[in-house]
């Protein structure tokens, strides 16, 4: 299901989904921090990665939050 809205969006959107990573046995209700492979270790450490993503020109899109994190206010901008 998940991948199905994943391959939606990217079409919509005009993006190619190169990689899908499946976390198996681990569920979609548990919070992120609390799973085996979380993305960020706190909120500043978020806004940190995806400064360094947006200046390598690589854009995170998530969709639960609006799309391209990377792009609508939510990186920290720096330089």
Do not use: C, W
């Given at each position: ?22 976390e ?10 609390d799973?085996?492979?979380?993305m ?15 200046q390598?020109g ?16 939510v ?5």
């Amino acid at each position: 299901m998940q991948q199905r809205v994943i391959a939606g969006y990217a079409q919509m959107n005009g993006l190619v989904v190169d990689r899908v990573f499946v976390e198996r046995g681990v569920s979609g209700s548990k919070p992120l921090g609390d799973r085996p492979h979380r993305m960020f270790r706190s909120a500043l450490d978020a806004l940190e990665v995806l400064g360094r993503l947006k200046q390598a020109g690589v854009s995170l899109h998530m969709i639960d939050l609006g799309g391209d994190t990377t792009g609508n206010g939510v990186s920290n901008g720096r330089s």
